[in-house]
Nanobody, 119 residues
Framework: QVQIVESGGGLVQPGGSLRLSCVAS????????MSWYRQAPGKQRELVAT???????YYADSVKGRFTISRDNAKSTVYLQMNSLKPEDTAVYYC?????????????WGQGTQVTVSS
């Protein structure tokens, strides 16, 4: 059974930091592209950062230089270190696992963790 569980969200002041964790089980973690998405109230879900199975990473322009995605395949965990947080970073953050092959796609989501940046 596939499980993806995010943690680490909370309330933080502008300029502060948080580290989100996403623990996965039920699939071969190292074979999957792992991403963090976020959705603010009234807005569409957007891609924040991606860690590819080859070790590459991608960031949305809005978080470049402030957020860092990393993964520990031995622990089936992906992290999102968020520094210099801004009020516009407030959103529910979701972890996504994606596997694409010629045989089809597998796409799993966590339940999300709330991040609120406010003074």
């Amino acid at each position: 059974q596939v499980q993806i569980v995010e943690s680490g969200g909370g309330l933080v002041q502008p300029g502060g930091s948080l580290r989100l964790s996403c623990v996965a089980s039920g699939f071969t973690f190292s074979s999957y592209t792992m991403s963090w998405y976020r959705q603010a109230p009234g807005k569409q879900r957007e891609l924040v950062a991606t860690s590819t199975r080859a070790g590459g990473s991608y960031y949305a322009d809005s978080v470049k230089g402030r957020f860092t995605i990393s993964r520990d395949n031995a622990k089936s965990t992906v992290y999102l270190q968020m520094n210099s947080l801004k009020p516009e970073d407030t959103a529910v953050y979701y972890c996504n696992a994606l596997y694409n092959s010629v045989y089809g796609k597998r796409d799993y989501w966590g339940q999300g963790t709330q991040v609120t940046v406010s003074s």
